[in-house]
C-alpha cells in the first residue's frame, strides 16, 4: 500500500491536471484544476524549504569542521538567509524595488562571473569538438569558424563584403535550427513518455524503487 496509494493519487491528479490543460468549458473542471496549481504552489515552497534545510546543514558542518574553502559556505549562508530575510520581512512584494536592485548590483554581477569563468571550458571543449578527425568534424569545423568570422566586424574586414555574414545566419536559421527542432521534438517525446510511465505507475523511482 505504501506505493499503491501514490501511484492512484498521482494517476487521478495527472490526469486531472491533463484534462483542465484541454478541455474547456467544464466549470468544475477549471475549478478543481486551479486548486491543484494552489497545491502545487506550497508544494513547491515546501521543496525549497527542504533544499534551504539541507543546504544549512551541509554548509554548517564545512564550516564547523574548516575544510577547504569554508569561507565561501559562510558567505552562501549569509546571502541565502540574507534573501529570506530581506523578502518575507522587508520587501513583501515582488515589486519592491529593492528586488530589482539586488538583481543589478549582485545577481546580474554573480552570473556574469560564473559564464565568464565557463569561457575557459568552453574553449576546451571546442578545441577537442572541433579536431579534423572525419567528415563530420570537419562540417563542424567550417561551420563553427563561418559564424564566428560572421559574428565579428573582423570577419567582413578579412575577407570583404557581406557574404561571410549572409553565410553566417543562413547556417544558424536553416541546418542549425532544424537541428534544434529535432533535438526539441525528441526531448518532448521523451517528456511525455517519462509523463505516461508515471502516471500508470511502469516508473516508481521517484517513490524509492528501482524503476521497475
Not at 538567509?81 to 543589478?104: C, D, H, L, T
Not at 566586424?153 to 532544424?178: F, H, Q, R
Request: hydrophobic share 55%; glycine share 10%; net charge positive.
Amino acid at each position: 500500500m505504501k506505493k499503491e496509494v501514490p501511484i492512484v493519487m498521482g494517476f487521478i491528479l495527472g490526469i486531472s491536471i491533463i484534462a483542465g490543460v484541454f478541455v474547456t468549458g467544464v466549470p468544475w473542471l477549471t475549478t478543481w484544476k486551479n486548486l491543484l496549481d494552489e497545491w502545487f504552489l506550497v508544494v513547491q515552497a515546501w521543496a525549497v524549504a527542504v533544499g534551504v534545510v539541507n543546504l544549512t546543514q551541509i554548509h554548517s558542518r564545512r564550516v564547523s569542521q574548516k575544510r577547504e574553502g569554508w569561507f565561501y559556505s559562510v558567505w552562501l549562508m549569509i546571502c541565502m538567509f540574507g534573501m529570506i530575510v530581506f523578502g518575507v520581512f522587508i520587501a513583501k512584494s515582488p515589486q519592491n524595488e529593492g528586488w530589482r536592485w539586488m538583481y543589478n548590483q549582485l545577481i546580474a554581477p554573480m552570473n556574469a562571473t560564473v559564464y565568464s569563468t565557463l569561457v575557459f571550458y568552453i574553449g576546451a571543449a571546442a578545441y577537442r569538438a572541433f579536431r579534423v578527425r572525419n567528415l563530420e568534424a570537419t562540417v563542424l569545423l567550417v561551420a563553427a569558424v563561418i559564424l564566428m568570422l560572421g559574428r565579428v566586424p573582423l570577419g567582413k574586414v578579412l575577407l570583404g563584403g557581406t557574404w561571410i555574414e549572409k553565410t553566417a545566419d543562413w547556417i544558424l536559421n536553416v541546418p542549425n535550427s532544424a537541428g534544434m527542432r529535432g533535438i526539441q521534438l525528441g526531448a518532448t517525446l521523451g517528456a511525455i513518455a517519462t509523463a505516461l510511465r508515471i502516471l500508470v505507475g511502469i516508473e516508481r523511482g521517484h517513490l524509492g524503487g528501482t524503476g521497475e
